[in-house]
Antibody
Framework: QVQLVQSGAEVKKPGSSVKVSCKTS????????ITWVRQAPGQGLEWMGR????????SHSRNFQGRVTVTADKSTNTAYMELTDLRSEDTAVYFC????????????WGQGTLVTVSS | IVMTQSPVTLSVSPGERATLSCRAS??????LAWYQQKPGQAPRLLIY???TRATGVPARFSGSGSGTEFTLTISSLQSEDSAVYYC??????????FGQGSKVEIK
């Protein structure tokens, strides 16, 4: 059974940073792309970034003006998404997901991490 | 690529058919997926490659279309199908883009 297990909820101040983790199996980490999607309260899904650990390739959405960084720790099969310069509008649930190897859809998802930005 | 879904909300009686539409601003071939999301849960993959059901998805869910026009059909709506449905394109990813979602309500 494929699992992606995310870190717990966070409360952050405006201007600070948050780093969310997503732990999975070695099989997933060594052969798939991991991607990050967020969902603001009552809103839709927004793609943020991705990393392919086996190739050390990452990219992110231009919508975040360089505030998002996606990294991977191969020793622990854990992907990370860091968002800097937090604003109230960054309050959202952040999901990691696995990209199907022979396609581009997201076949397994983490449980989500709520990040609340408030002064 | 901008994805546009319609309707925003659909109210359907149990046992009836529900039809959701998704339009891409340019061709995505068959690189289109549908997800179901219930409150407080992560999205769940229903359909990929335009028309292939994911593992464990009931046969009442079907997808069709290619290019710029796609449809998700629930042939006989069940109470547990009340959810928000998103389409997603993955033509030449990254990036990926989602539609804004269609909410299915049970009448």
């Amino acid at each position: 059974q494929v699992q992606l297990v995310q870190s717990g909820a966070e409360v952050k101040k405006p201007g600070s940073s948050v780093k969310v983790s997503c732990k999975t199996s070695e099989d997933t980490f060594s052969s798939h792309t991991i991607t990050w999607v967020r969902q603001a309260p009552g809103q839709g899904l927004e793609w943020m970034g991705r990393i392919t650990p086996v190739l050390d390739i990452s990219s992110h959405s231009r919508n975040f003006q360089g505030r998002v960084t996606v990294t991977a720790d191969k020793s622990t099969n854990t992907a990370y998404m860091e968002l800097t310069d937090l604003r109230s509008e960054d309050t959202a649930v952040y999901f990691c997901a696995r990209v199907f190897r022979r396609g581009g859809h997201f076949d397994y998802w983490g449980q989500g991490t709520l990040v609340t930005v408030s002064s | 690529i901008v994805m546009t879904q319609s309707p925003v909300t659909l109210s359907v009686s149990p046992g009836e058919r529900a039809t959701l539409s998704c339009r891409a601003s340019q061709s995505v071939s068959s690189n289109l997926a549908w997800y179901q999301q219930k409150p407080g849960q992560a999205p769940r993959l229903l359909i990929y490659d335009g028309s292939t059901r994911a593992t464990g998805v009931p046969a009442r869910f079907s997808g069709s279309g290619s290019g710029t026009e796609f449809t998700l059909t629930i042939s006989s709506l069940q109470s547990e199908d009340s959810a928000v449905y998103y389409c997603q394109q993955y033509e030449n990813w990254p990036p990926w883009t989602f539609g804004q979602g269609s909410k299915v309500e049970i009448k």
